[in-house]
């Protein structure tokens, strides 16, 4: 059932989105076909972007003052840039009296994050912000979470930064997550501790933005702190399985079980093998349900039907 706020679906709301890569495009894309207008926060200006007659703002992240100014009647800022720019940001929203802030926090459900995140980049600080915010008696500003599980794109030839996500880190790029499509190689985890097979939620970065662009016409007095979305949910082992029926050949693949993961991460780090560090410390997150939402509370609420797993691996990389 699809509960629609009347008056907010009457009335614009005027949206940042914080950021210009490719996440960031497609939410400005899917946002220019509703009713809402909505304008980018860059660092640099962007006339690409300006030629699609989207509004860009070049903005300085470490300044408050050209933050606040540039989010003046802004009602909700959607975020996709992370760590410190991320949290100056929310300072200032909250301050310009946003009403909501959906935070840079797609990939992983808010439950079960560890205390001492290897792959944390600022985001617990970020939430910790949201919540002081939240119930701050003066400047209160709601938020809300859109968990994704991992991009599609993460098996895209060039992986997430062949679309400009995750450009400053390894993870960003090719083969930085369970296989490689070009290589036909795969480093995978298939069970966790107690045997179970491991799942993984997936979602494209189109089927994404569709959405949180469809969410915008939901009562926001019924979002909740977390709202998760799914395109599809497939185990390691079948992940692997359609990559090979697409490739028509079997991966190069090597397993490593669940109690030993550890211990390569502490050998990868001996080695000063940063790469391998971050791949491994992406399958124990992996290992611990990080990705795998049994449970979405979006898909329901919205008219999206997201392209499966099997048709975007398919388009992307079948002969």
Not at 170 to 182: F, H, I, K, P
Request: contains cysteine; glycine residues 6%.
């Amino acid at each position: 059932m699809v509960i629609i706020d009347n008056e907010m679906a009457n009335n614009m709301m005027r949206i940042a989105i914080a950021g210009s890569g490719g996440l960031a495009q497609s939410i400005a894309h899917e946002i220019s076909k509703t009713v809402h207008p909505f304008i980018i926060l860059s660092r640099q200006v962007q006339p690409d972007l300006e030629t699609h007659g989207y509004q860009v703002a070049v903005v300085n992240y470490d300044d408050q003052d050209d933050l606040r100014f540039n989010l003046r009647g802004i009602d909700i800022v959607i975020s996709t840039v992370s760590g410190n720019p991320q949290i100056n940001l929310i300072d200032a929203a909250a301050h310009s009296r946003v009403q909501r802030f959906i935070p840079a926090e797609y990939k992983d459900k808010l439950g079960g994050r560890p205390t001492n995140d290897p792959s944390d980049r600022g985001r617990a600080a970020s939430i910790e912000r949201l919540r002081h915010w939240a119930q701050h008696p003066r400047h209160r500003m709601q938020y809300t979470v859109f968990g994704c599980g991992v991009f599609y794109e993460r098996f895209a030839p060039g992986g997430l930064a062949s679309m400009g996500i995750s450009t400053s880190t390894a993870l960003g790029y090719q083969g930085s997550y369970l296989m490689n499509m070009e290589t036909n190689t795969a480093e995978i985890v298939e069970y966790n501790t107690t045997g179970q097979a491991i799942s993984v939620s997936m979602t494209s970065v189109n089927d994404v933005a569709r959405f949180l662009a469809a969410a915008l016409y939901l009562d926001q007095r019924i979002w909740p702190i977390e709202f998760r979305m799914q395109g599809d949910r497939k185990t390691v082992t079948e992940i692997v399985q359609y990559a090979e029926a697409i490739k028509g050949q079997p991966f190069a693949t090597t397993i490593i079980v669940a109690p030993e993961l550890a211990a390569n991460i502490q050998e990868a780090a001996y080695y000063q093998d940063s790469a391998r560090v971050g791949r491994l410390q992406e399958l124990s997150a992996t290992e611990e349900r990080r990705y795998d939402f049994s449970q979405v509370n979006l898909n329901s609420l919205v008219n999206i039907q997201p392209v499966s797993f099997w048709d975007w691996l398919r388009t992307h990389w079948a002969p």
